[in-house]
Nanobody, 111 residues
Framework: QVQLVESGGGSVQAGGSLRLSCTAS????????IYWYRQLPGSAREWIVG???????EYDDPVRGRFTASRDNARNTAYLQMDKLKPEDTGVYYC?????WGQGTQVTVSS
């Protein structure tokens, strides 16, 4: 059964950093793009980052220059390094590929 499992969320102060991980199992990870979404309080889930199977990232405007996507195909894991975090980044973060979603991980940024 395909699984995407996220980890690395938590609570930080504004300006701090967190690194999220998304580990896949039973999945052709090395040939699949990975996408990161987030759901801010009171809002719909939104796409923020994508990374191709060969490691080329693309960022949405609110996170460009602060978030960095990467992946290690040998470990079936994608990463989202989040720097210069702001209180408005607070929400639940999900990884996705094709039909499959991770369970989400909470990120809380305090001012």
């Amino acid at each position: 059964q395909v699984q995407l499992v996220e980890s690395g969320g938590g609570s930080v102060q504004a300006g701090g950093s967190l690194r999220l991980s998304c580990t896949a199992s039973e999945f052709d990870f090395s040939h699949s793009a990975i996408y990161w979404y987030r759901q801010l309080p009171g809002s719909a889930r939104e796409w923020i980052v994508g990374i191709t199977s060969t490691g080329i990232p693309e960022y949405d405007d609110p996170v460009r220059g602060r978030f960095t996507a990467s992946r290690d195909n040998a470990r079936n894991t994608a990463y989202l390094q989040m720097d210069k975090l702001k209180p408005e980044d607070t929400g639940v973060y999900y990884c996705n590929s094709d039909l499959w979603w991770g369970q989400g991980t909470q990120v809380t940024v305090s001012s």
